[in-house]
């Protein structure tokens, strides 16, 4: 499969149409998507998208300069002891290089700061810095000459609940960030592997590093242990060397350019508890871009952000894999593994967490008993109405988004326009919904056999 092979399945972002190459462009509306480093950003409105890099670029330029004049305003002024003065002055040093670092690797990419007149649109928390990844990045990419095993012992739990060797086939990543393991599980066994992200940063230093090239960047770990690791330069780079049909695009993950069926894995690496809505709304579309023979593949905790994630959608692992199973998937194999997570070499602190490992496969509909059956054609075409079939009454659904279809299902409504509804009343993303509601009414008239 060519590097470029993923290209007859992206739609524009703006009006669905078929796109092509160089530049990437739409067939239809003719709107042309930037690239930034060679990473084209196929969103609706890509360039709100970079003025936002470009904001917090300067507002990083800002805050580390002030945080940096502060610890030399300190040395100069405060009765110090040698020891600490030579701390506060490798950190200010630090800080310039780090600074000049991140800008210089942004501007060689085209993005460059800007001054914000306009307060920021709330997102996920902790994305609102240009940096706020920086940590994975040293991870994915540095700490393993110190000793470092993280990005060893993730790879060693996915391969746990994938057949040896994996059959990855045509893979696509969601959260990819800074791409250490999509891209060891490209080369284990994709064909061709599509990294989505949002940030920056993360993505520009893996293109680079997977490229072949080594990458300076500076780590200011916060709570170094002694003062030669108040800041450290590390040269970024794999070991491996450069990966072939290994594509990264700027993306929406609940917004993806990509028409349904195209992929034979799609992989969620420490993702689906950071995203800024209910999991429920993101499963409809990642069984819609699969083929019907497809599997999932998800690692990472159920650490949820209290600030962007309401109490209802907190699922612990045996909801999540119940509601992974009423959205089309049967789990294959799973595991729950305690493992470090960021921890430095070059700092005292760091975290464990019980990290699910799972794979699961797209489910046909099938009876209790087991065997496959044909599923009424409402399930599958939006057009056609759905009936108040035998058993809907005493469904019990397993989440609110089931019940509320179910209360939606009149006998003369179709799936598109129970859509709607959900559109209209309950904010449900239109490019997910009528998705979802077919999700739904399978899994409804599945139940009710």
């Known amino acids: 499969m060519t590097a470029d092979a993923w290209i007859p399945w992206l739609r524009c972002p703006r009006c669905a149409g078929p796109c092509s ?11 042309a998507y ?24 300067a507002e990083f330029e800002t805050t580390t300069e002030s945080t940096r004049t502060r610890i030399i305003a300190d040395a100069a002024t405060l009765p110090l002891r040698p020891g600490t003065r030579a701390r506060l002055e490798r950190l200010a040093q630090g800080l310039a290089t780090h600074r000049e670092i991140v800008v210089g690797l942004l501007g060689e990419a085209g993005i460059t700061p800007t001054r914000r007149t306009a307060p920021e649109p709330a997102g996920v928390p902790t994305e609102g810095s240009i940096s706020a990844y920086i940590h994975h990045i040293h991870r994915d990419w540095g700490w393993d000459e110190d000793g470092s095993t993280e990005n060893r012992d993730a790879l060693a739990a996915v391969q746990a609940v994938l057949e040896a060797p994996p059959r990855l086939g045509a893979m696509l990543v969601l959260g990819a960030g800074a791409c250490r393991l999509a891209s060891e599980l490209h080369r284990l066994g994709a064909e061709l592997t599509v990294a989505v992200d949002i940030n920056p940063l993360p993505m520009i230093v893996a293109r680079r ?31 491996a060397g450069p990966a072939q049909g290994f594509v990264q695009i700027f993306a929406d993950a609940f917004a993806l350019p990509f028409e349904g069926g195209c992929f034979d894995t799609v992989l969620t690496p420490w993702f689906i508890d950071q995203v800024p809505r209910d999991i429920a709304d993101l499963l409809p579309e ?15 905790p159920l650490i949820y952000a209290p600030s962007h994630t309401p ?3 907190r699922y612990p692992a045996d909801e999540l894999f119940a509601l992974i199973e009423t959205s089309g998937f049967a789990v294959a194999r799973r595991r729950e593994d305690r493992l470090t997570y960021l921890q430095s070499p070059a700092c005292t602190r760091g975290r464990s967490e019980l990290v699910l490992s799972f794979v ?17 054609a ?5 057009t056609v109405p759905v009936p108040r079939f035998e058993g809907l009454l005493r469904y019990v659904a397993p989440h609110p988004m089931f019940a509320t279809v179910a209360t939606l299902v009149d006998g003369e409504r179709t799936a598109d326009a129970i859509a709607a509804i959900l559109v209209r009343d309950y904010a449900l993303p239109t490019h997910a919904a009528t998705a979802g509601v077919l999700g739904c009414l399978r899994e409804i008239w599945r139940a009710t056999r």
């Open 21 to 31: 190459a160089d530049p990437i462009a739409c067939d239809e509306c003719g709107f």
């Open 34 to 57: 930037p690239t930034y480093d060679g990473i084209p950003v196929l969103m609706a409105r890509p360039h709100e998208l970079v003025e936002q890099w470009r904001f917090r670029l």
């Open 209 to 239: 590093v997977l490229a072949g090239e080594r990458v300076r960047l500076l780590e200011l770990p916060l709570a170094p242990p002694d003062l030669a690791h108040v800041a450290v330069e590390r040269s970024l780079h794999s070991a």
């Open 286 to 300: 990642i069984r819609r871009l699969l083929k019907p023979t497809g599997r999932w593949i998800n690692h990472g």
């Open 311 to 313: 109490i209802p959608a």
């Open 360 to 376: 699961a496969t797209v489910d046909a509909v099938r009876t209790e008993d087991g065997p496959t059956v044909d599923a009424p």
């Open 378 to 382: 409402w399930t599958e075409d939006p």
